[in-house]
């Protein structure tokens, strides 16, 4: 039983804080059956305050017994009402005009309840008012402005109404609540300030719990998003903006020495064309893998475009970065791609080689390592070539 619950938890943080299907991109069903939650949860609590103060507190001479009948009957047909409604959001999650109705009807139900709810208390009570707000506040960052507009006209309209009625004494102002109680000082009566601190808690903490899911959500879509602008989509290995910025890193840090690989897939342009490119595909991504194996933590390997890669090498000297290319183009050699209708496809890489000393351009530096490059396709391909070969000096 203990497996089962860490496995939902696990399920449930996943879908909450780790999912690229953020809260605020529900569609506007789903965000009406978690109001739907919300709004049983907020009944429940409402009723467990009347319930637990008039039947096994000594706060009952603070309530008037009629107004809390029928608050009590309220909140159990409005309890029923989103009972109901998140039951036949499982039946008919399907069906358009239900999804429709529910999109908008939820909202509005759940806003007129607390609305209800606050004027059963006191309409210009702290629980009233601060609750409106942070309501307010949710559903403007949460739904589109067309379901809010639809939901602030009712809500809107049922506000001014008491606010009006109440200030001229046309309505009770807090009925719940008995002739004692508004006798006193409201601010002294400890079960008054108790009961608005019960009333609103649950909907601070609901507002705050939300509101720290859409934070930590948004920052793992920034941080996804951060690390989308460096990767390659296809391969998984750093993109060719990324490289260069490396580059551009190492050159202002005055990093003593690395070196940077070239390396492009020979005839890669056949497999495309005899095998299609959803085989040229998981050939690229094989090679990418090879590579990120045949390298170091440090190192930097990079898609350069089209079916060259790069390899930025830190802190080694011509003798290890040509090492290092040897070993990956071997490994590439060895490796077989299955085909989908059988046999496997065996390719080669042609390797560029150049090294950098402190003061040397990334652009420099590159264009050795693709001369390099083009020597070794000159030369028959399938092997390694440097920079040095080409009788250049980096100055």
Not at 86 to 101: D, E, I, M
Not at 138 to 145: A, M, N
Not at 356 to 371: F, I, K, N
Request: aromatic content about 14%; overall charge neutral; glycine content about 6%.
């Amino acid at each position: 039983m203990y497996r089962t619950g860490v496995l939902q938890w696990r399920k449930l943080k996943h879908h909450l804080f780790e999912s690229d299907y953020l809260i605020i991109n529900w569609s506007d069903y789903d965000k009406g059956r978690l109001l739907l939650f919300f709004g049983m949860l907020s009944q429940i609590s409402v009723l467990k305050w009347c319930i637990m103060n008039f039947y096994y507190s000594n706060n009952n001479v603070w309530f008037n017994p009629v107004a809390l009948k029928t608050r009590v009957m309220v909140g159990m047909i409005v309890l029923l009402l989103f009972t109901l409604l998140a039951v036949l959001s499982f039946s008919f999650k399907h069906h358009a005009l239900f999804r429709l109705f529910l999109s908008y009807f939820a909202p509005v139900l759940f806003g007129v309840g607390m609305i209800y709810g606050g004027y059963m208390v006191g309409i210009y009570s702290p629980a009233t008012m601060a609750g409106t707000v942070n309501l307010l506040l949710v559903g403007l960052v949460f739904y589109r402005p067309a379901i809010m507009l639809s939901i602030m006209l009712p809500i809107t309209i049922f506000i001014g109404y008491i606010c009006y009625f109440t200030s001229h004494d046309r309505l009770e102002y807090a009925p719940i609540f008995s002739h004692a109680l508004k006798q006193t000082e409201f601010y002294d009566n400890h079960f008054w300030l108790l009961s608005m601190a019960e009333l609103y808690l649950p909907i601070l903490i609901i507002s705050a719990v939300f509101f720290q899911i859409l934070l930590v959500q948004w920052r793992h879509r920034e941080q996804k998003m951060e690390v989308l602008s460096r990767v390659d989509g296809l391969t998984n290995v750093y993109n060719r903006r990324f490289v260069s910025h490396e580059l551009q890193q190492l050159t202002q840090s005055h990093h003593p020495e690395f070196a940077v690989v070239l390396l492009d897939l020979d005839f890669f342009k056949l497999i495309n064309d005899k095998y299609g490119h959803e085989t040229g595909d998981r050939v690229l991504k094989g090679v990418a893998q090879i590579l990120n194996d045949n390298t170091r933590k440090q190192d930097v390997v990079g898609r350069f475009g089209g079916e060259e890669f790069i390899l930025i090498l830190k802190d080694q000297n011509l003798e290890q970065a040509i090492e290092v290319s040897e070993r990956c183009r071997a490994a590439i050699l060895s490796e077989r791609f299955n085909l989908a209708h059988g046999g496997s496809l065996e390719i080669t890489a042609s390797f560029g080689v150049a090294t950098a000393v402190e003061g040397t351009s990334p652009e420099l530096v590159t264009r050795l390592a693709d001369q390099a490059l083009y020597l070794a396709k000159q030369q028959g391909r399938n092997q390694v070539r440097s920079f040095r070969e080409l009788n250049l000096d980096l100055v």
